[in-house]
């Protein structure tokens, strides 16, 4: 199985910070990776797909990058509604695995 | 409206079988590959199950094989997970879930597993 490796695993940040989450994988996974907000008690959001390319109606601070083993989502202005676990997902094989999950938090 | 709704879920006692399913509205159900998702209270995310469109291909999570049944009923338009043996861990709220070019996910439903 492919394993992500989501770092960091938390994060304590301001309004109007640029803040940037990574995840690597064990193995190349081309540019299937997608990047997801989850707020509690609700369903994870996709913001990301194709490792850089924004989701319909997702603001444009939200940003992606990388491709094979290396990933980026990096928000380049944090608002007060973005405080929330963000996630990474691959989707290259069958078995689907996700990065642990980074905890933004606001400082 | 494009929407997945989950049911089924509940409190079951460990060993103890339940069948969620997850109703599709708003799209063409039948050409999309489904997943189940879970996630245990206060962790992450967990890839339950895939089923292809069809149903003919079908994976499971290792924690979960021999125990859980994915299918799917495409004039229905729903799917399922049937889940038996029911263990603690399994306690989680699953999502079903639509995931690569085509994603939406359900709202969840919560699963307990306790006596």
């Known amino acids: 199985d492919i394993q992500m490796t989501q770092s960091p695993s938390s994060l304590s940040a301001s309004v109007g910070d640029r803040v940037t989450i990574t995840c690597r994988a064990s193995?190349?996974?081309?540019?299937?990776l997608g990047w997801y907000q989850q707020k509690p008690g609700k369903a994870p959001k996709r913001l990301i797909y194709a490792a850089s390319s924004l989701q319909s109606g997702v603001p444009s601070r939200f940003s992606g990058s990388g491709s094979g083993t290396e990933f980026t989502l990096t928000i380049s202005s944090l608002q007060p509604e973005d405080f929330a676990t963000y996630y990474c997902?691959?989707?290259?094989?069958?078995?689907?695995?996700f990065g642990q999950g980074t905890r933004l938090e606001i400082k | 409206e494009v929407q997945l709704v989950e049911s089924g879920g509940g409190l079951v006692q460990p060993g103890g079988s339940l069948r969620l399913s997850c109703a599709a509205s708003g799209f063409t159900f039948s050409s999309y590959e489904m997943n189940w998702v879970r996630q245990a209270p206060g962790k992450g995310l967990e890839w339950v199950s895939y089923i292809s469109s069809s149903g003919s291909t079908i994976y499971y999570a290792d924690s979960v094989k021999g125990r859980f049944t994915i299918s799917r009923d495409n004039a229905k338009n729903s799917l399922y997970l049937q889940m038996n043996s029911l263990r603690a861990e399994d306690t989680a709220v699953y999502y079903c879930?639509?995931?690569?070019?085509?994603?939406?996910w359900g709202q969840g439903t919560m699963v307990t597993v306790s006596s």
């Open positions: 879930a639509a995931i690569g070019a085509f994603d939406i």
């Open positions: 193995q190349g996974i081309r540019n299937d």
């Open positions: 997902l691959q989707h290259n094989s069958y078995s689907i695995t």
